[in-house]
Structures are given as C-alpha cells and as structure tokens.
C-alpha cells in the first residue's frame, strides 16, 4: 500500500527565505505527482504536476523535483512571501485505479 | 481553467437526515472523486467515478452512496447522516486516462451533523 510522507509537518520562515519542503512515499510505481496548495477551510488549489518520467517542473517562483527511483520530490519556494503561508500537499498517483494517495502536508507560515 | 463548483460551502444537518452533496465540473472530464478531510486523517476516497452511472467505492464507502446521471456532475449522499460524518468534503476532477493528468478540485463543504 502506498503511503506518503511530508517532512516538516509545520515550518515559519522569515519573508524573502527561500525554503524546500520534502515529500516522499514508499512505492516508486508511481505515474505522477502533484503538489497542492491549500488555505484554512478551502480546498486545494494545484500548483505543480510531475510526469514519472519528469525530473522537476517550474511555475514562477515554485520548483518541484522528483527521483522517483529513491520515492522523493521536493518542492522549492524561492523569496518567500507572507501570501505564501498555507498547507502544502503532496499526492501520488499509483495502481490501476489511478487513485490519488495525499500526504500528511506541511503547514507554511511566513512571517514579516 | 477548469471550475469544479461545490454548490454549498457550509451546512449544518440533523443526525438522520439524507443529504446531498453536489459537484459539477465545466470541463468535460471523464472522472470524479469525493474525498473527505479530517484533522490528523488527511485526505480519504470516498467515491470515485468512470463515466456517467458508473460508480467505484474507494477507501471509506460506508455510510455513503454517489449518483452520476451526467458526465458532468457527481453528487455524494448520506443516507442517514451521522455525527461522525462531520468533515469537510472535497469534491475533484479529472480527464482520461487519470494517471496522466492533474486533478482539479472544488472549494469544498464543510458538513456539521448536531
């Protein structure tokens, strides 16, 4: 069974730091990964998808990477902003079914 | 972009109740999923669907069933609502094949059963 991991479960940052946030999940079968934005009491907003045979993406200031082969994907936010404090997901796509399977996610404050 | 539309952000329904959850996307995707987020739990699969009147259970099914008369809406009920059905409900989309496309999700409901 697939199970994901993201390390820190919570982290403040000074604004303008930049900061890596670290997802890994124990089967590498994996088709694709995606990293999820979430603000207290909405739902997830999507901010980057990674192909099995990707090794990172970009959008603006965010990076992903992904070595599927050791089951790890950072996700690196460059000059951090207060706008920016949220809990990010990271969910792996595996199996037939191709069912979505989150992680434990990492709550970002920035602070001024 | 595509929208997934929730059609409640909060409700509050009495132990017993049927309820309705709906979901409607704008994109013509081919698959939709209700999730269920609870502190500590994370993010569980409730139901999920192929196509129109199919229906596949997930992780957590008991308790609920999913209608999808149309391709582009999904809609989860809970045939006698529960305390412990008290949780936000995420609602999310995606074209075909699933495993090579991003999922899209809604702003999500927010369920309270008293």
Known sequence: KQEV??????????EGENLVLNCSFTDSAIYNLQWFRQDPGKGLTSLLLI???QREQTSGRLNASLDKSSGRSTLYIAASQPGDSATYLCAVITGTASKLTFGTG??????? | DVKVTQSSRYLVKRT?????????????????????????????????SYDVKMKEKGDIPEGYSVSREKK???SLI?????????????CASTMDPPNLYGYTF?????????
Not at chain 1, 5 to 14: E, F
Not at chain 2, 106 to 114: K, N, Q, W, Y
């Open chain 1, 106 to 112: 990492t709550r970002l404050q920035v602070t001024l």
């Open chain 1, 5 to 14: 991991t993201q390390i820190p479960a919570a982290l403040s940052v000074p």
């Open chain 2, 106 to 114: 809604g702003s999500g409901t927010r369920l309270t059963v008293v």
């Open chain 2, 78 to 90: 809970l045939e006698s609502a529960s305390t412990n059905q008290t949780s936000m409900y995420l």
């Open chain 2, 72 to 74: 582009e809406r999904f």
């Open chain 1, 51 to 53: 192909q099995s045979s």
């Open chain 2, 16 to 48: 017993g109740e049927k309820v309705f959850l709906e979901c409607v996307q704008d994109m013509d995707h081919e698959n939709m999923f209700w999730y269920r987020q609870d502190p500590g739990l994370g993010l569980r699969l409730i139901y999920f």
